[in-house]
Antibody
Framework: QVQLVQSGAGVKRPGASVKVSCRTS????????LSWVRQAPGQGLEWMGW????????YYGQKFQDRVTLSTDTPTTTAYMELRNLRSDDTAVYFC???????????????????WGQGTTVIVSS | IQLTQSPPSLSASVGDRVTITCRAS??????LAWYQQNPGKAPKLLIY???TLQSGVPSRFSGSGSGTDFTLTINSLQPEDFATYYC?????????FGGGTKVEIK
């Protein structure tokens, strides 16, 4: 079955960087886009950005574009999200989610984000 | 594009019919999805393209709307439905979420 398995939780100092991985299985990796979404404690969902594994194209939310880099490794069907210059308000659970595919006659995100990773907790604290 | 969900929370009983609304700040055709999230868990896709039920989701969930106004309805609320629900627009970047609606037990 389709699965997205994320790396484990971590504690980081302010100013440091974190790189979260999202290992995929059960589908053709290059056929679907991947988004990253975060959720601060007690808050709602916040979309961070998207990467298309088939060509490496990315789109970042304006709030994150100066500090985040999304990447993929096709041989291992793994996606990565690196967030730099961490601040205390980056403390959150970070999710990867599969979404977006090219299908004739349908918009790219027609099927929504149908499979999610389990989430990775990142705590930023001195 | 901003999405405004209402109400932010509601209390309901098992068997009730519940309606959650999502309003977009501009037209998004039918490019809207609904998700359910339980505490400590990842969101789960319920409905895509505004009204299409994701495979495996119970038929008591339904979605409607297009343009700027959308609705998620849960008929005959079940104990496992007490959760937080989010809408998401998939029309254009950034792919924004609504603020969420927490459905609590009355």
């Amino acid at each position: 079955q389709v699965q997205l398995v994320q790396s484990g939780a971590g504690v980081k100092r302010p100013g440091a960087s974190v790189k979260v991985s999202c290992r995929t299985s059960g589908y053709t990796f290059t056929k679907y886009g991947l988004s990253w979404v975060r959720q601060a404690p007690g808050q709602g969902l916040e979309w961070m950005g998207w990467i298309g594994p088939y060509n490496g194209n990315t789109y970042y939310g304006q709030k994150f574009q100066d500090r985040v880099t999304l990447s993929t490794d096709t041989p291992t069907t793994t996606a990565y999200m690196e967030l730099r210059n961490l601040r205390s308000d980056d403390t959150a659970v970070y999710f990867c989610a599969r979404g977006g595919t090219l299908e004739p006659g349908k918009p790219y995100y027609y099927y929504g984000m149908d499979v999610w990773g389990q989430g990775t907790t990142v705590i930023v604290s001195s | 594009i901003q999405l405004t969900q209402s109400p932010p929370s509601l209390s309901a009983s098992v068997g009730d019919r519940v309606t959650i609304t999502c309003r977009a700040s501009q037209g998004i055709n039918s490019y809207l999805a609904w998700y359910q999230q339980n505490p400590g868990k990842a969101p789960k896709l319920l409905i895509y393209a505004a009204s299409t039920l994701q495979s495996g989701v119970p038929s008591r969930f339904s979605g409607s709307g297009s343009g700027t106004d959308f609705t998620l309805t849960i008929n005959s609320l079940q104990p496992e439905d007490f959760a937080t629900y989010y809408c998401q627009q998939l029309d254009s970047y950034p792919l924004t979420f609504g603020g969420g609606t927490k459905v609590e037990i009355k």
